[in-house]
């Protein structure tokens, strides 16, 4: 049964001296699962199976596996699913970036070591996405993604809700009177009512969008609904694109993708953590994502998408109003139209001739846009040398030029102790700022940046003040939020050395991020500084020992092309 080239089964045979007895041992351990000879000669496509009793974004992936094998067996190969680490938003303790790379890791490896010719990712929650791209590249086996799409909304008194930004808009609302203990309970089982990701322009939407700009979907695959019948066509679809698939994710995965990617974050007003999965995604490329280049592009692309959190519409409207294809379509002026995709598609095959259905309440004319200028920002200065994130389009405009004294919280701990103390010395012009939660944290660069309104000044109507950390927010929160500080204070940037009192100035027209503190000074606390303690074992001591800054991607270096 050997071939010349070996495929289906026979490929990444063991080796243990005699590589016909093991293929033979591999063919006999198949066959007792039932499968006949015919069967075991096919091509094979690996299914990864992230469902999970932990994932509620994933519930629904035994019916997307089911259509991707019906996919792959109508296109006459072999579907082989199998499970990796799942990774669910609310669930992971210190959080789920802390563990993005293990996915990453995990799937990369039972991908390359396994006898697959391509594969099929199923993801969906925030860091699964990102993760199984990062390993489809590092993998380098052609690989299709399909994503569990996002949920759909709620109907509740009048309203329509969905995960997660109606959660931070009720439970601030909640913090500040206005919303009584018994209506924030009614509405906790009103805010995720579907199977899906969260349904605004999160993390979830952002990275399936970008995915689908690299091309590793078909371009519906981006936003069709988790519960919509297109989405199990969507899956079978993707297990007849994956059946002989030979176009490898490094062939698609290029400067000028990674561009188009960057001008799709912009344009849809997407989530900040879309940038640190960028730099890793183009990092396991043996690419760099250049934030100063990011924010150039910011410049020259508006803001085409109308959707929560910085919006008004869910995730169904911008399906129904056209999704990706219609926004590309707009965006075509500013975007290589020559990439390719898992197909060999053309980004201007794929994109079509613009006789696409629009709809123009949540996909913006490029000359009527939602606003001129894209929805992200890069900071440097002597807070940030380099650099930090502002998404300004969720952003207070009349705070983007401001200078104020500091409160500073020295951790995550810190914060959720003192925040609400009605003796802390914060007003409605202070700078919070949150240390020691970037990525070599023991906190594991969490979605904390969006520090809470101190409750005695949510109390008085404050709705949104300067913050600023060298962690992550999610992309389902709003406000004037500086993050991904770099270095982190626990790596001894600048931030670690910043004290409450201390003036910071913050300036989005220059793109400036300003410690106010004289040199002598900052030595000092240089000199006075104890770094953090290596965890003693496991996958935090590896992290400590391995993980690159945000503008890297908060990668393992060993995993990155150069291995440091
Ligand atoms: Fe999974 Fe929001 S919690 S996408
Ligand atoms: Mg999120």
Redesign the pocket.
């Known amino acids: 049964m050997s071939d010349a080239e070996p495929k289906g089964l026979g490929k990444n045979a063991a080796n243990y001296g005699d590589r016909e007895f093991a293929l033979y041992l591999r063919r006999s351990f198949a066959a007792s699962m039932g499968y006949t000879r015919d069967a075991l000669s096919r091509t094979t496509v690996g299914v990864v199976d992230t469902a999970s009793d932990l ?4 519930r629904s992936v035994p019916d997307l596996i089911d259509a991707v094998k019906r996919g792959v067996m109508l296109s006459g190969g072999l579907p082989l699913a199998f499970p990796t680490v799942s990774l ?3 669930v992971l303790n210190p959080c789920s970036m802390h563990y993005r790379n293990l996915m990453a890791l995990d799937t990369e490896a039972m991908v390359s070591a396994q006898p697959m010719d391509s594969v099929v990712l199923i993801g ?3 860091k699964t996405v990102p993760a199984q791209l990062m390993a489809a590249i590092s993998a380098d086996v052609p690989a299709v993604m399909v994503v569990t799409g996002p949920m759909s909304a709620n109907r509740y008194q009048g309203e329509r809700l969905a ?2 930004t109606d959660c931070r808009r009720y439970w601030a609302r909640y913090r500040a009177g206005d919303v009584t203990e018994a209506r924030i309970n009614e509405v906790e089982n009103a805010l ?1 009512v579907t199977a ?3 349904g605004v322009m ?4 952002t990275m399936a969008c970008i995915a689908a700009t690299l091309g590793f979907m078909p371009l519906e695959g981006a936003s069709a609904p988790a519960v919509h019948a297109d989405r199990l066509r969507i899956a079978e679809e993707a297990g007849r694109l994956a059946t002989g698939l030979k176009r490898r994710p490094s062939e698609i995965v290029t400067l000028k993708s990674l561009e188009n990617a960057m001008r799709v974050l912009l344009a849809l007003g997407g989530s900040t953590n879309a940038v640190v999965h960028l730099a890793a995604i183009a990092g396991r490329a043996g690419l760099k994502l250049d934030l100063k280049r990011l924010d150039a592009m910011s410049e020259e692309t508006p803001v085409l998408v109308d959707l929560k959190p910085t919006g008004e519409g869910y995730m169904e409207d911008f399906h129904f109003a056209g999704g990706m294809r219609a926004l590309l379509w707009e965006l075509r002026g500013l975007l290589h139209l020559d990439t390719v995709d898992v197909h060999g598609l053309t980004l201007a095959e794929r994109i079509g001739d613009g006789s696409h259905f629009v709809d123009r309440t949540y996909i913006k004319a490029f000359d009527n846009p939602v606003t001129p200028v894209g929805g992200l920002v890069a900071l440097y200065g002597s807070l940030a040398p380099d650099g930090a994130i502002l998404k300004r389009s969720a952003a207070t405009p009349a705070l983007f030029e401001h200078e104020a004294t500091c409160m500073v919280f020295d951790g995550v701990e810190d914060l959720a102790r003192r925040i609400d103390d009605e003796n802390l010395a914060v007003d409605a012009n202070t700078i919070m700022i949150l240390k020691n939660a970037g990525p070599l944290s023991p906190a594991g660069m969490p979605e904390a940046g969006y520090l809470p309104i101190p409750r005695k000044l949510a109390r008085a109507g404050v709705k949104d003040m300067v913050r600023m950390s060298d962690c992550r927010m ?3 929160a709003f406000g004037t939020v500086v993050l991904h500080i770099s270095p982190e204070a626990a790596a001894g940037g600048p931030l670690a050395f910043a004290e409450t009192g201390d003036r910071v100035r913050l300036s989005v027209k220059d793109r400036t991020l300003d410690l106010l503190v004289d040199e002598a000074t900052m030595a000092a606390r240089r000199a006075a500084w104890t770094p953090p303690v290596k965890p003693k074992r496991g996958w935090d001591r590896l992290v400590f020992e391995q993980v690159n800054q945000a503008p890297e991607g908060a990668d393992l270096r060993f995993l990155t092309p150069c291995g440091e």
């Open positions: 994932n509620n974004c994933h669910c938003e609310p969906g929650c925030d995960a997660c995720a899906g990701t969260c999160g993390t979830a939407s999610s992309g389902t």
